[in-house]
């Protein structure tokens, strides 16, 4: 085939690999939720001790971790002060495990698809957060697409038939945290040129998670572990479970990193609507229309979300190339003027 031909097969190798990405990162993220609703339902495997369930994780992946950056040194760990460690690293660490935490705990009080329907208010957190903190310009249109996303999902809460108020503030305020910390990535490490990648950030992060879970730990759980004498640890199923939760970090950088973190939020979308059928047909989970309805409205809100994120990430890139542009033609006729002056001066001499 031509140039023509191997150009065509290019572009459809890189939208199989970014379809292939968003699969994979599809497929981890509904394992590990549904294998942790399994683990912390109490009419499933009836473990619902969602801190240690997250201590497990963590431990699982701060090893494999330290494995691979300290004695396979697979990874070159990333160059940091202990300054920029306890003002950065650490804050991000405590925002990580109360989101994890929070998070886990829902599953012991709601459905998969209404928790769903709940995560739909990520855009309005992470934008909110983002104008507190002065990362983000305020903008009438963008709050009042804010506004609709909130809407759909309190009709969506108004319809639930397992609405448990408890869990409910849990999942917000595993939202808030989980927003905050995307928030502060942002500005702590981004703005430090800081780059971590899943297993350096696991490497750097898993440690300081532990350590904040080990207080309420100590305190809500351990002393009903300790009571509990029937309490075997299951090897495969904590260990599968922990496993899937690593590589999800894993899926989740190779996701961002090979196509883009809007790819991700639309890729979400599609994971959220996936697990309501899935809680709905399977788990036998009530989703009554009214949910429906209201996620649908909250749906909409996100997708009209996303896609200006599109335009204006396009936007962005036209300005890019047009400067590119513009600063390559001056240098082209910076070039020919010199040309045009070597050449008269030349001229110059012959004539002398």
Known sequence: MGKGGSLSDGVVKKIVLSYTYVAIWIFLSFTVIVYNKYILDKKMYNWPFPISLTMIHMSFCATLAVLLVRVFRLVEPVSMSRDVYLSSVVPI???YSL???????????????FIQMLKALMPVAVYSIGVLLRKESYKNDTMLNMLSISLG??????GEARFDPW??????????FEATRLVMIQILLTSKGISLNPITSLYYVAPCCLVFLSVPWIFVEYPVLRESSTFQFDFVVFGTNSFCAFALNLAVFLLVGKTSALTMN???VVKDWLLIAFSWSVIKDTVTPINLFGYGLAFLGVAYYNHSKLQALKAKEAQKKTAQADEEEGRLLEEREADGMDSREKKSVRGK
């Open 167 to 176: 869990g409910v503030l849990l999942q917000l305020g595993a939202v808030a």
């Open 266 to 268: 639309v890729a979400g």
């Open 99 to 113: 989101s994890l935490w929070l998070s886990n705990s829902a599953y012991i009080y709601l459905s998969v698809s």
């Open 153 to 158: 999902v309190g009709v969506a809460a108004y």
């Open 93 to 95: 660490g405590a925002l």
